[in-house]
T-cell receptor
Framework: AQKITQTQPGMFVQEKEAVTLDCTYD???????LFWYKQPSSGEMIFLIY??????QNATEGRYSLNFQKARKSANLVISASQLGDSAMYFC???????????FGKGTMLLVSP | DVKVTQSSRYLVKRTGEKVFLECVQD?????MFWYRQDPGLGLRLIYF???????EKGDIPEGYSVSREKKERFSLILESASTNQTSMYLC???????????????FGPGTRLTVL
């Protein structure tokens, strides 16, 4: 069963606007970690932000914030004030306790237009 | 600054050749990973290693093997390359943990392998 679901294959946003990329996950564990990565056309995966399941506050890193709704099992990435350089593929991933590995979603392609 | 390097950005090989993909990290991480990425399929884990000379199969290990003789180096081996192994290969590393933590995986730039 798919553990990470990203329902948006692609998203369009205009420069300077905010955009939300959706991610839902499935786990029966109470303790887990959620990650977002960015992959530009160059191919490298860049770590953006992390949210622990016990973290009381939503994670923020600069223009990136994570809208974490534990009861709904969602961990949406919010990018504020989009820039042209934000155009990339974005992946949500989950790490469960006792495992070093991450499970990735299939990704969302974000295109930022001028 | 964290650094994961991969030996080649682009590689073209012929069917049946033995292919080595090398990955080196300078962060003294215990865990290292090999993924392949294909359009519409996301990242799929091939193998990972949590210590020198230790390896674990991931979701799609068939047709691949790995070697970890030194902590900083993790090699992916295609014993006899086939056209269906044409893909983007990504290496990553992370620190070890005994409980929930960030355990962020840091990735290399990737190798685009084409098998003709």
């Amino acid at each position: 069963a798919q553990k990470i679901t990203q329902t948006q294959p692609g998203m369009f946003v205009q420069e300077k606007e905010a955009v939300t990329l959706d991610c839902t996950y499935d786990t029966s564990d109470q303790s887990y970690g959620l990650f977002w990565y960015k992959q530009p056309s160059s191919g490298e995966m860049i770590f953006l932000i992390y949210q622990g399941s016990y973290d009381e506050q939503n994670a923020t890193e600069g223009r990136y914030s994570l809208n974490f709704q534990k009861a709904r099992k969602s961990a949406n990435l919010v990018i504020s004030a989009s820039q042209l350089g934000d155009s990339a593929m974005y992946f949500c991933a989950m790490r469960e306790p006792g495992y070093s590995t991450l499970t990735f979603g299939k990704g969302t392609m974000l295109l930022v237009s001028p | 600054d964290v650094k994961v390097t991969q030996s080649s950005r682009y590689l073209v090989k012929r069917t049946g050749e033995k292919v080595f993909l090398e990955c080196v990290q300078d962060m003294d991480h215990e865990n290292m990973f090999w993924y392949r990425q294909d359009p519409g399929l996301g990242l799929r884990l091939i193998y990972f290693s949590y210590d020198v000379k230790m390896k674990e199969k991931g979701d799609i290990p068939e047709g691949y093997s790995v070697s970890r003789e030194k902590k900083e180096r993790f090699s992916l081996i295609l014993e006899s390359a086939s056209t269906n192994q044409t893909s983007m290969y990504l290496c990553a590393s992370s620190a070890s943990t005994q409980g929930p933590s960030t355990d962020t995986q840091y990735f290399g730039p990737g190798t685009r392998l084409t098998v003709l």
